[in-house]
């Protein structure tokens, strides 16, 4: 069983900066494509970004510019880098793995979630 354990969360000013990890156990991780979404109180869950088990990344459009995702195959974890917070980033982070290594809008694995506040 694959298990994924986010860290990094908090609260920050707007304008701020925050960088999220994700840790994933197993010896696939390099295999895996990785992925970041996020859930605001009262929204459904959206996607934030991707990268594939070839380092192909994909972001959306609220994000783009903003946020970087990255990964450490010899950490087995991936990373979420937020620049230029808005309060609008505001939600729960969750961290997902595909085992298909391709990106995706269905994982087959996800982490508990960390929350990032984005103060005004």
């Known amino acids: 069983q694959v298990q994924l354990v986010e860290s990094g969360g908090g609260l920050v000013q707007a304008g701020g900066s925050l960088r999220l990890s994700c840790a994933v156990s197993?010896?696939?991780?390099?295999?895996?494509?990785m992925a970041w979404f996020r859930q605001a109180p009262g929204e459904e869950r959206e996607f934030v970004a991707a990268i594939s088990w070839t380092n192909n990344t994909y972001y959306a459009d609220s994000v783009k510019g903003r946020f970087t995702i990255s990964r450490d195959n010899a950490k087995n974890t991936v990373y979420l880098q937020m620049n230029s917070l808005k309060p609008e980033d505001t939600a729960v982070y969750y961290c997902a793995a595909d085992p298909t290594g391709l990106i995706r809008l269905e994982y087959d694995y996800w982490g508990q979630g960390t929350q990032v506040t984005v103060s005004s």
């Open positions: 197993g010896r696939a991780f390099s295999s895996y494509a």
